[in-house]
């Protein structure tokens, strides 16, 4: 029977030799260690490790970090290692991360149900063994560089992030700013699988922090039904609602076209949500124009009860 315990400074070895077994979704849990060891101040990066030992090996570890997250990689005992991690803590949870399965079995562990998160949602993550990876053969041959940018790139690197704005956003970003004056502020919503957005404000592109800004589908809304939020995503994109029906988007049509009251109220229901985000938008730029394009737009109703 392996033992339960929380990890110490000194234990780093152990942990890593057990991660990197696991690399792939391993990444925050390996990046940290490696930032900080196994202190636990509060301090930044830093988390409560509890792990499974059995023959001097850990098999399952569990983290509750300084932000709140609890991280996993156990494939076994998973109840024992969250339920030690959590033991005495007094930081709350903000979310959980891991192997989907694992953080499903959590949630379940602790009595949390998928209504409480506002994001609750599988990634699927490609990896690829440094040995597999091939070196272009244009950098190979050096006539391609691949260097940092230099300060008298920027207006160069600037008009390409435009016009990936507008390639990934449609023809419609491209009319909005070009067709308005210098100084307008304006928003295009892109309504599809997903829900984004690409915001003019200004007279300038709308970038964010780190260069990037708009997920629109990430905000939480309040749903039609009940007192709980969700995502904007998870309530009014077309992906949501052939989820709620339980069909694809070929027999969605098919509902549509026979009039079918429940399929129409499912998308009256997330044209509605749409309309909370669009107001969101208003509210907070007050825009003199709001583009909306993609493919949900198309179902009968929903563009109606969005507006």
Known sequence: MPKIRLLQPGDEHILEAFLVKHAASSMFLRSNLRAVGLENQGNTFQGKYAAAIADGQIVAVATHYWNGMIILQAPTHLESVVTNCLELEKRDIFGISGPANQVENTCKILGFEEKQFRVAEREILFALELCNLRVPIALVTGNVECRLPIPSELELLVEWSVAYQVETLGQALFEAIHGLEANATASVIMVGTGIGAAFYVNGQVLRGTSGWAG??????????????SQTL?????????VKKLGVDGEQLSALVDRGDSHTLEAIREAGYSLGLGIATVINIFNPSLIVLAGGTLR????????L
């Open 215 to 228: 997920e629109l589908g990430s905000i939480p809304i309040s749903s039609v039904v009940g007192n709980s």
């Open 299 to 306: 179902w009968s109703g929903y563009l109606e009860a969005a």
């Open 233 to 241: 995503d998870r309530l009014a994109s077309g992906a949501a609602i």
